[in-house]
């Protein structure tokens, strides 16, 4: 284990460090930071939950001039979630230093946008298209950027998103130092990667599985049909504290949260085509645990970091197998250990052997809880409260009372009838989720296309496209052309 002292890092950022209560880096911090301290440019990728925001963030923020007021670092990343959580985490490393960190993401006024940077950050963290429409309204200027960083960097330099990046990345001075960071790193994303960069230094930490090995990975074989009702049965046994559930559409994902409600669990859906407004709600909720269920799109899947996720289901496997090491690391964060429990149907298990070639880890088979195990699960679940009940509580003023019941009753229909009140039994309304085509492994291969259908499907219609947003891409100009020449 390395100590951050031995990395070189400067008093402030080793206090922050201290006063955030990390005590010694992570594998990949330990082989980035002085890397990157020294100015190179550096892919570096670990699994999930391992660190990856200070290990880019530490350099960059070394780097910060506080005295110059322009924009030195710039953060990319997927997911209007994502840049608040890594903008909050930029702060807190880099607040003694005093070094100012702005998100800045779509679905967010302009003007408020505007009125922020005149607080002149030195350190912006933004969704790429809201980013490109402040580089052309000459309201954000890259000039003077020094750093940039990819966060999932596989992901923005995928179909979806590339595009953006590229121009982004064109209004950057070309001495910059760039920085690419995920979990997943497919190979010819890696060769894109490094057209973009200057020799980069390529930190890949060593670990016999793509996936972490502290969560357990399960699969659950069922049609279609029968998912729902395994989903609340597997809840109702295993009690997590927060869940996640993936859905690959957001109609599906609306029903499943719905459904739920209304047996009475305390869930609720996110997706790229709620407003801005709800999406951070939702999100707040369930970090406060005043929701226990979340159910997610991709839009959820990278690199948010949630404290207490101790299940994650993936209630339709994804199409994309570098996508559930994603949703999987949502789960067994920083050490802690997780569950993810994966349904398949019959139809999926090739996509099944797919996605643990790629994870080079194994799923183990799981049987579908039934319903009486699920009202055994509720029933432990009293039991394990009224012990506590016993070990915490004084009952002497209870006393009289048991005995008299006791006198008339025998103890185990006395408990029996208790375990009856308290137990909240579930209500069995009966739920239909629209159905859904199976994955097939032939639909993964066709990567080009799959990338844009998918970015709509989880990010939303809307992405990039919003009031104001600058129409006169070159690649829609591009596109345009194109169809013209085709029509003459
Ligand atoms: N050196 C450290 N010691 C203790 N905790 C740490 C350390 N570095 C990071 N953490 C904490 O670990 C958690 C995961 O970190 P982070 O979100 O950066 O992971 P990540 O590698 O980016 O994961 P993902 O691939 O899912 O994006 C965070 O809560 C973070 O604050
Ligand atoms: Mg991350």
């Not at 309201?139 to 020094?146: L, N, P, S």
């Not at 009031?467 to 891409?473: F, L, S, V």
């Given at each position: 284990m390395t100590k951050f002292n031995e990395l070189g890092i400067s008093t402030p950022i080793l206090k922050a460090l201290e006063r955030v209560g990390f005590e010694e880096a992570t594998p990949i911090q330990a082989e980035t930071i002085p890397s990157a301290m020294e100015g190179n440019d550096v892919i570096g990728q670990a699994q999930t939950g391992t660190g990856k925001t200070a290990a880019f963030g530490i350099p960059m923020i070394e780097k910060?001039?506080?005295?110059?007021?322009?924009?030195?670092g710039l953060v990319i990343a997927p997911t209007r979630e994502l840049a608040i959580q890594v903008a909050e985490e930029l702060n807190r490393l880099g607040k003694i230093k005093g070094v100012r960190v702005l998100p800045i993401f779509g679905g967010q006024h302009m003007g408020r946008q505007i009125r922020a940077l005149k607080n002149r950050p030195q350190i912006v963290v933004a969704t790429p298209g809201r980013l490109l429409d402040h580089i052309r309204r000459r309201?954000?200027?890259?000039?003077?950027?020094?750093v940039a960083v990819l966060d999932e960097a596989d992901e923005m330099l995928n179909m979806g998103f590339i595009d953006d990046i590229r121009d982004i990345l064109k209004s950057i001075p070309e001495e910059r130092q760039t920085l690419l960071f995920s979990a997943t790193m497919p190979k010819e994303i890696r060769d894109i990667a490094t057209n973009m960069m200057k020799q980069p230094k390529e930190v890949k930490i060593k670990a016999?599985?793509?996936?972490?090995?502290n969560i357990d990975q399960y699969f659950i074989e069922i049609p279609e049909r029968h998912k729902f009702d395994t989903l609340t049965n597997h809840l109702d046994i295993h009690d997590p504290d927060l869940a996640i559930v993936f859905s690959r559409t957001k109609k599906r994902v609306d029903e499943i949260a719905e459904g739920l409600q209304a047996r009475g669990f305390r869930s609720e859906g996110i997706h790229g085509d709620l407003t801005q407004g709800k999406r951070m709600s939702v999100l707040n909720k369930f970090k406060n645990g005043r929701i226990d269920v979340l159910v997610a799109t991709d839009?959820?899947?990278?690199?948010l970091d949630i404290s207490g996720v101790t299940h994650v289901y993936n209630f339709d496997i994804p199409q994309d197998p570098e996508s559930y090491v994603h949703r999987i690391g949502r789960?067994?964060?920083?050490?802690r250990t997780g569950e993810a429990i994966s349904f398949i149907t019959p139809r999926e298990t090739a996509h099944l052997k797919l996605i643990e070639q790629l994870t080079k880890s194994k799923m183990k088979r799981m049987a579908p809880p039934t319903q009486q195990e699920a009202v055994r699960g509720k029933q432990q679940a009293t039991a394990e409260k009224i012990v506590q009940h016993i070990q915490k509580d004084d009952l002497t003023s209870y006393r009289e009372t048991a005995v008299e019941l006791l006198e008339e009753h025998d103890s185990v229909t006395v408990i029996a009838a208790s375990l009856k009140m308290l137990t909240k039994e579930r209500n069995s309304v009966p739920v239909r989720i629209s159905s859904i085509a199976p994955v097939s492994v032939k639909k993964a291969e066709n990567m080009h296309d799959k990338k844009r259908r998918n970015n709509k499907r989880f990010y939303g219609k809307g992405r990039g496209k919003g009031?104001?947003?600058?129409?006169?891409?070159r690649n829609r100009k591009d596109n345009f052309k194109k169809r013209r020449n085709r029509g003459k």
């Open positions: 910060m001039n506080t005295k110059d007021k322009s924009i030195q309201t954000i200027r890259t000039q003077d950027v020094q016999k599985e793509l996936t972490v090995e839009v959820a899947a990278r690199g789960t067994g964060r920083a050490g009031k104001g947003r600058y129409k006169g891409t």
